[in-house]
């Protein structure tokens, strides 16, 4: 189950089950990239701090190192994914 994760509380929960994500396994299998763009589709305002949470959560660390660490991969990536799926 998710809420096993760090980092995510309620209102990620509803975020990511407005997405259809109700679980651990499909939050991993999607990855937090995949999974914020999935929230944004579902109709959600998600703020970049639930994809800082969500990449977290999959790595086991406080989302407050993701956002001082890891904040420009992770934008470049989503960046990079988002523009991938209007190509499609």
Known sequence: ??????NLGPA???MLAA???SSETQ????????AFVAIKQAGESPSLNLLWAMEGALTDR???DIANNDRLEL????EDF??????K
């Open 82 to 87: 988002e523009n991938n799926m209007k190509q």
């Open 27 to 34: 939050l991993r299998k999607l990855g937090a990239i995949a």
């Open 62 to 64: 406080d989302w407050r």
């Open 12 to 14: 990620s929960f509803k």
């Open 75 to 78: 934008l470049i990536q989503l």
């Open 19 to 21: 997405a259809g994500i």
């Open 1 to 6: 189950m998710i809420i096993k994760l760090r």
